[in-house]
């Protein structure tokens, strides 16, 4: 089996699941959408972008788990069907993937997720099963292509938090109050 760390995400009709491997080594992680779509509209958070940053945070923990790394850095393009916030759909191409300076192979590099608009619709079951695409992106619909396409290169490097006990963490808290 090759050393050469490769990452993963795959689906099934209601979870992202990210797997980073290297040799035998392996961490695997899943979103729940059911669980998370519903926290975020009972909340009346921002849908798309809370999802965004919650795959991000997951890429970052699993390839942590088998790649300990100071910083990520990830590259892909998010493409919506409206500005972020009044979107109900939204594509994650993923382009590069590097811990600290050692690149990934990709492997499901397009995720995309329809009918996040509302419960109503996720109730009634509009939301689509999740596309995670192996290149083959004549798959993928084409609502890209017309002019309400939001389209934004997105490079991010996510350093590694370093971890604290409660006891420091609280004490942090009391300073950062207290000034």
């Known amino acids: ?20 491997r290297v040799g035998e080594e392996f961490s695997e992680h899943e979103i729940q959408l059911s669980v998370i779509l519903a926290y975020y509209w009972d909340n009346d958070l921002p849908v798309i972008e809370n999802l965004v940053d919650l795959f991000e945070s997951s ?13 990520l850095f990830l590259k892909y393009n998010l493409i919506t069907d409206d500005e972020i916030s009044q979107a109900s759909r939204f594509e994650i191409h993923l382009q590069e993937v590097k811990a600290d300076d050692q690149n990934l192979r990709l492997d499901g590099k397009i995720l995309a997720l329809k009918g996040l608009s509302s419960k109503e619709e996720y109730s009634k079951g509009i939301l689509d099963k999740i596309n995670i695409l192996n290149n083959n992106e004549s798959e993928v619909e084409d609502w890209r292509v017309s002019d309400s396409k939001v389209e934004k290169l997105v490079e991010k490097n996510i350093p590694t938090e370093k971890k604290i006990s409660f006891k420091e963490f609280a004490r942090q808290q009391r300073e950062k109050n207290s000034n």
Request: no cysteine; glycine share 4%.
């Open 59 to 71: 890429v970052k923990r699993t390839i942590n788990e088998v790649i300990p790394h100071e910083n």
């Open 1 to 20: 089996m090759s050393e050469e760390p490769i990452l993963v995400i795959k689906d099934n009709d209601s979870t992202i699941g990210i797997r980073a």
